[in-house]
């Protein structure tokens, strides 16, 4: 999954359910919150400080389109290593770069639901 930055611009400001958070994003430059939406270079981005680093060093995740959710978990999930991960490593892995407000119970499922899948097989 090979999109430009600009592609997928495109698909934030197509996805009907990102339109509050653009317009809240609109204007904001920085702001010293555990969490913040903005726009960086045309982006939807959330920015946030995790506990464990220092609190001048925050994190920038791109907000994933709903379009995108699913390939962005199976590659996460399915395809980094011929293990799968759980929930717990999934979601570190997905949210270094990307983040939307579902991704924790979406991931959840997605995990439940590959282990079920795995599991039968193996019967």
């Given at each position: 999954?090979?999109?430009?930055?600009?592609?997928?611009?495109q698909?934030?400001?197509?996805?009907?359910?990102?339109?509050?958070?653009?317009?809240?994003?609109?204007?904001?430059?920085?702001?010293?919150?555990?969490s913040?939406?903005?726009?960086?270079?045309?982006?939807?981005?959330?920015?946030?400080?995790?506990?464990?680093?220092?609190?001048?060093?925050?994190?920038?995740q791109i907000?994933?389109?709903?379009?995108?959710?699913?390939?962005?978990?199976?590659?996460?999930?399915?395809?980094?290593?011929?293990?799968?991960?759980?929930?717990?490593?999934?979601?570190?892995?997905?949210?270094?770069?990307?983040?939307?407000?579902a991704?924790?119970?979406?991931?959840?499922?997605?995990?439940?639901?590959?282990d079920?899948?795995?599991?039968?097989?193996?019967?």
């Amino acid at each position: 999954m090979n999109l430009s930055r600009q592609q997928v611009i495109q698909l934030q400001q197509n996805d009907l359910s990102l339109v509050k958070l653009f317009d809240l994003a609109k204007g904001v430059k920085y702001l010293q919150s555990a969490s913040h939406y903005s726009l960086h270079e045309g982006a939807l981005v959330r920015t946030w400080c995790n506990k464990m680093q220092p609190s001048d060093t925050p994190i920038m995740q791109i907000f994933e389109p709903t379009s995108l959710h699913q390939k962005l978990i199976s590659v996460a999930y399915d395809q980094i290593s011929s293990d799968h991960l759980g929930v717990r490593k999934t979601l570190d892995r997905l949210q270094r770069w990307f983040y939307w407000p579902a991704v924790n119970s979406e991931v959840k499922k997605y995990v439940r639901s590959s282990d079920i899948s795995v599991n039968r097989n193996r019967n």
